[in-house]
């Protein structure tokens, strides 16, 4: 079965998948899926040819969390996101259960956007982006 975007696009593998990821980074409250005072985090996905899928995170990060953030969103591997969605599945609770995770092909190195200024002002957010092949082979349960 392939990963299409309209599979992972407003649906629940989606949700499991930015928790996944948020807490891979640092910015989500311990054992839940819920993003930290300040930070947020969004994904959208786009058909990579017949079989996969790449996922792009966006995520903002307080600044309080810029450094920690960035340093381990660079540690990301196939096998770290895996296990993280398995965890945000649970975390997730029983409706997510039957949620069939996709296979992570590959995690690129993320981008860090530092805030643009105006002024003396800043927006005071680090925007990290990283993308994630997830490929055709599911994982059924």
């Not at 079965?1 to 996944?20: P, R, S, W």
């Amino acid at each position: 079965m392939a990963v299409a975007a309209a599979d992972f696009n407003g649906k629940q593998v989606q949700e499991i998948a930015n928790c996944a990821y948020g807490t891979e980074i640092g910015i989500t409250n311990t054992g839940a899926c819920t993003y930290a005072t300040g930070c947020s985090l969004s994904s959208a996905a786009t058909d990579a040819r017949r079989a996969s899928s790449t996922v792009k995170f966006t995520a903002n990060v307080t600044p309080a969390k810029k450094e920690a953030a960035t340093t381990k969103s660079k540690a990301i591997s196939k096998t770290s996101f895996t296990a993280a969605m398995t965890k945000a599945q649970t975390d997730l609770g029983s409706a997510y259960a039957s949620v069939s995770l996709p296979t992570v092909s590959t995690v690129a190195a993320p981008t860090v956007t530092e805030p643009t200024t105006s002024g003396a002002s800043s927006t005071g957010f680090s925007m990290l982006t990283a993308l994630v092949v997830l490929g055709a082979t599911l994982r059924l349960q």
